[in-house]
């Protein structure tokens, strides 16, 4: 019986424990490694689209000691045909943000923490036709 209340409080405190807020403006939120990232689109030239992406250290400040940041890549029809990709560990206020250009609505993106050595993009990355629209400065 004991064992159940302190689960219980225990699921309690971590249920209202809060979530990573999400940078200022409109995102969507992507995936979660050991930091959290988010996306949003911005018209560019025809029919593509410039990509922002903003990754919050979520409490492993160690990682900018190490010069661990994160890739953010977009890729068109399939992991190997990759259309734009930044990488980055300009850590700022616990933010790392980046710009990508040339995206379609049918184009996917993917961002990870960039921990050792080249990293791959994964299939289910986030379709940019999904993606929050939003101002790019």
């Known amino acids: 019986m004991i064992r159940a209340l302190l689960a219980a409080a225990v699921l309690a405190l971590l249920a209202?424990?809060?979530?990573?807020?999400?940078?200022?403006?409109?995102?969507?939120?992507?995936?979660?490694?050991?930091?959290r990232h988010?996306?949003?689109?911005?018209p560019g030239k025809g029919d593509r689209f410039q990509l922002r992406t903003a990754t919050s250290?979520?409490?492993?400040?160690?990682?900018?000691?190490?010069?661990?940041?994160i890739w953010a890549v977009i890729t068109r029809g399939g992991n190997e045909a990759t259309?734009?990709?930044?990488?980055?560990?300009?850590?700022?206020?616990?933010?790392?943000?980046?710009k990508l250009r040339g995206a379609r609505a049918d184009d996917r993106v993917w961002v990870q923490g960039a921990y050792y050595g080249p990293t791959?993009?994964?299939?289910?990355?986030?379709?940019?036709?999904?993606?929050?629209?939003?101002?790019?400065?």
Do not use: M
């Not at 259309?83 to 980046?98: C, K, L, N």
């Open 120 to 137: 791959q993009p994964w299939s289910d990355g986030v379709r940019v036709g999904r993606l929050t629209r939003c101002d790019i400065r």
């Open 83 to 98: 259309v734009s990709e930044r990488r980055s560990t300009a850590w700022s206020g616990g933010w790392i943000f980046t």
């Open 38 to 42: 988010w996306a949003c689109k911005s």
């Open 16 to 35: 209202a424990a809060p979530a990573a807020a999400a940078p200022p403006g409109d995102w969507t939120y992507l995936r979660k490694d050991n930091f």
């Open 57 to 69: 250290i979520n409490g492993h400040n160690e990682a900018i000691g190490y010069g661990i940041g």
